[in-house]
Antibody, heavy 118, light 110 residues
Framework: EVQLVESGGGLVQPGGSLRLSCAAS????????MSWVRQAPGKGLEWVAN????????YYVDSVKGRFTISRDNAKNSLYLQMNSLRAEDTAVYYC???????????WGQGTLVTVSS | QSALTQPASVSGSPGQSITISCTGTSSDVGSYNFVSWYQQHPGKAPKLMIYEGSKRPSGVSNRFSGSKSGNTASLTISGLQAEDEADYYCCSYAGSSTYVFGTGTKVTVL
């Protein structure tokens, strides 16, 4: 059974940093492109970043470029999102997702809430 | 990277069919057959319903179908059921390994 479990969310002050983790199991992690998607409270879904299978290529939505870094450790079956210079508008539930055919996300974690507030 | 446009809400009676539109541009929906659709119930993670425009993942009811014409993709739910009441989001590949979601549509079963 495919499982994705996010952790690392919490309350952080504006300008602060946070590192999210996503532990994957039930599939060959290193064979899949992986993504982070977020959802602000009461709002829609927003793609944040994705990373190629070997970690060689990374892509970001414009609003997080230069502040967020996606990474992965295939030996540990883990995906990460390092978030720096956090802003109030980064407040959201962050989901990790396994990306498959046609850039569709067939499996999602339960999400972890990040709140940026003073 | 502007969000795709969806109607805010769509409603229908049990047994009816409804269609949700998803309008993008020639840079995303119009250029690729990589549109996916997600169902999200309150407090839950999204669930993939349609991928690559019209394909259904294993386990998804055949009451859900997808199509595309030009810069607009559509999701049709036939034989509407109470459990179909949820938010629905489209998503399109936008080139250079990026993708963009739609604004979301709340489906209400009357």
């Amino acid at each position: 059974e495919v499982q994705l479990v996010e952790s690392g969310g919490g309350l952080v002050q504006p300008g602060g940093s946070l590192r999210l983790s996503c532990a994957a199991s039930g599939f060959t992690f290193g064979s899949y492109l992986m993504s982070w998607v977020r959802q602000a409270p009461g709002k829609g879904l927003e793609w944040v970043a994705n990373i190629k299978q070997d970690g060689s290529e990374k892509y970001y939505v414009d609003s997080v470029k230069g502040r967020f870094t996606i990474s992965r450790d295939n030996a540990k079956n883990s995906l990460y999102l390092q978030m720096n210079s956090l802003r109030a508008e980064d407040t959201a539930v962050y989901y990790c997702a396994r990306t498959g055919g046609g850039y569709s996300n067939g499996y999602w974690g339960q999400g972890t809430l990040v709140t940026v507030s003073s | 990277q502007s969000a795709l446009t969806q109607p805010a809400s769509v409603s229908g009676s049990p047994g009816q069919s409804i269609t949700i539109s998803c309008t993008g541009t020639s840079s995303d929906v119009g250029s690729y057959n990589f549109v996916s659709w997600y169902q999200q119930h309150p407090g839950k993670a999204p669930k993939l319903m349609i991928y690559e425009g019209s394909k259904r993942p294993s386990g998804v009811s055949n009451r859900f179908s997808g199509s595309k014409s030009g810069n607009t993709a559509s999701l049709t739910i036939s034989g509407l059921q109470a459990e179909d009441e949820a938010d629905y989001y489209c998503c399109s590949y936008a080139g250079s390994s990026t993708y963009v979601f739609g604004t979301g549509t709340k489906v209400t079963v009357l």
